[in-house]
């Protein structure tokens, strides 16, 4: 894309009310449009960001279950029907505005935060046989919550971006095979959108459907709002609510002797068990043609949050750095001076890749060098392609990773090639 034809500017300075600095850059690069404390709009170049992870995670999860698609509004009776209408802290419920509206139909609907009381029934309504187990059904999918803080940009958000897995099962044993998988298909994910490193499977509190632990994955970052005790080690972390000495007993293991360190949540996985099933009566028939509960579990990841997290992990005092996997484009040509020919080689460069099939963002306008670079390591793409009488002269042109500002000469058929293998 020609930058001229992008609809979003860069500004120099953040809004003064945003203090997180993922939503600070992002807004700043012009990616995200803040509505309100947890709420923002995604640019096109935010929306290439949020949809490149969406993909990677889209990817792994069509492995282990079939995608469908839920509604953000329901009625009040499935939460009731599991106790939660009155129970969920964040839970959010929205009428008619006018009395217009209301004339039309005075239907109270709750904004579902989470799909357990939506996909329950619906698995019921198809599969109610052991030949039928197990199955996984997921969505990638727009949640409402009432956050009290939203201070966190898009790490917290009111109404944030969620994939949601809901697995279903003939019995428990089955259901923890199944959640080890799950587990895996998690690591991909994180090894996938670049933060796989720092990101660490976390025992962390049951809730309220299970007396064991459910597993978080949490990811090391000053600006996360829970503590973990980390044992590099071992690969492994305990949520602080999980620190206590009857916990240190139970799983023989020294808290003391650990680290610990500030995270974020990008995911979290949860063994169900019955609960569901239970609220629903949702059972199956059996070999024998008994009638059976069926076994649940429950995956989530915050596709915005994890957007939010790259930022915060790798951007510099410069502005954003994107992994290759989820970068917006892969190059910025950015061409400097008002020589035609600098032009037309600028011009003939980006046709080139775009045919190739190389996602290519083209400074084209007639700004100073200094405003395009600043401008350029703003928006934070891998791979910077310079354009000037100067590359002209030497037959290569200028090219510096965003990440390590390695910098390299390379002719354009250097470039294709290393673009085709990026
Ligand atoms: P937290 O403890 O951070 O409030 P949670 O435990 O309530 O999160 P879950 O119900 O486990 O969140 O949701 C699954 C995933 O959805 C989380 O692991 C996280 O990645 C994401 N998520 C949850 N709440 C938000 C939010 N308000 N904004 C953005 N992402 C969120
Ligand atoms: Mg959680």
């Given at each position: 894309m020609r930058q001229s034809q992008l609809f979003t500017k860069t500004r120099r300075e953040?809004?003064?009310?945003?203090?997180?600095?993922?939503?600070?850059?992002?807004i700043r690069a012009g990616y995200i449009h803040k509505e309100m404390a947890g709420v923002y709009s995604y640019l096109p170049l935010g929306l290439k960001v949020l949809n490149k992870i969406e993909n990677i995670i889209r990817k792994e999860m069509d492995k282990i279950g079939r995608e469908i698609l839920m509604p953000s509004l329901s009625l009040q009776d499935p939460w009731k029907q599991t106790g939660r209408l009155d129970t969920v802290d964040v839970l959010m419920r929205t009428v008619g505005a006018n009395e217009l509206s209301l004339a039309k139909s005075d239907v109270s609907y709750v904004l579902n935060y989470s799909h357990e009381e939506i996909v329950t029934p619906i698995a019921q309504d198809h599969r109610q046989s052991y030949k039928d187990f197990p199955f996984a059904l997921y969505q990638i999918q727009t949640k409402f919550r009432n956050e009290a803080r939203a201070k966190s940009g898009i790490l917290r958000g009111r109404e944030f971006r969620m994939k949601d897995l809901y697995s279903f099962h003939c019995d428990e044993e089955d259901l923890l095979a199944y959640y080890e998988k799950a587990k895996e298909s998690y690591r991909a994910v994180f090894d996938g959108v670049g933060i796989g490193k720092d990101t660490f499977i976390t025992l962390a509190s049951g809730g309220d459907f299970t007396t064991g632990f459910s597993h978080?994955?949490?990811?090391?970052?000053?600006?996360?709002?829970?503590?973990?005790?980390?044992?590099?080690?071992n690969n492994i972390a305990y949520n602080k609510e999980v620190v206590t000495e009857e916990n240190a007993k139970k799983l023989s293991v020294d808290f003391d002797s650990m680290e610990q360190v500030k995270a974020c949540e990008v995911g979290n996985i949860f063994p169900l068990n019955i609960k569901f099933s239970k609220a629903f009566n949702y059972t199956y028939k059996n070999e024998k043609g008994e009638d059976q509960l069926v076994y649940m579990g429950c995956y989530g990841i915050g596709p915005s949050r994890v957007m939010g997290i790259i930022v915060e992990k790798l951007s510099d005092d410069k502005g954003l750095v994107w992994p290759k996997s989820v970068a917006p484009f892969a190059a910025h040509i950015v061409s400097l001076g008002d020589s035609e020919e600098v032009k037309k080689e600028a011009e003939e460069l980006y046709s080139t890749l775009v045919a190739q099939g190389?996602?290519?963002?083209?400074?084209?306008?007639?700004?100073?060098?200094?405003?395009?670079?600043?401008?350029?390591?703003?928006?934070?793409?891998?791979?910077?392609?310079?354009?000037?009488?100067?590359?002209?002269?030497?037959?290569?042109?200028?090219?510096?990773?965003?990440?390590?500002?390695?910098?390299?000469?390379?002719?354009?058929?250097?470039?294709?090639d290393y673009l085709a293998h990026a």
């Open positions: 953040a809004p003064s009310d945003e203090v997180s600095k993922n939503a600070q850059l992002l978080e994955f949490q990811t090391v970052c000053e600006a996360g709002e829970d503590t973990i005790y980390l044992d590099r080690a190389v996602a290519v963002l083209w400074d084209d306008t007639d700004r100073r060098a200094g405003e395009k670079f600043a401008d350029s390591d703003l928006l934070g793409l891998p791979l910077r392609v310079v354009v000037s009488e100067k590359t002209l002269a030497a037959g290569a042109y200028e090219c510096v990773e965003r990440a390590s500002g390695t910098t390299t000469q390379k002719t354009q058929s250097e470039l294709t």
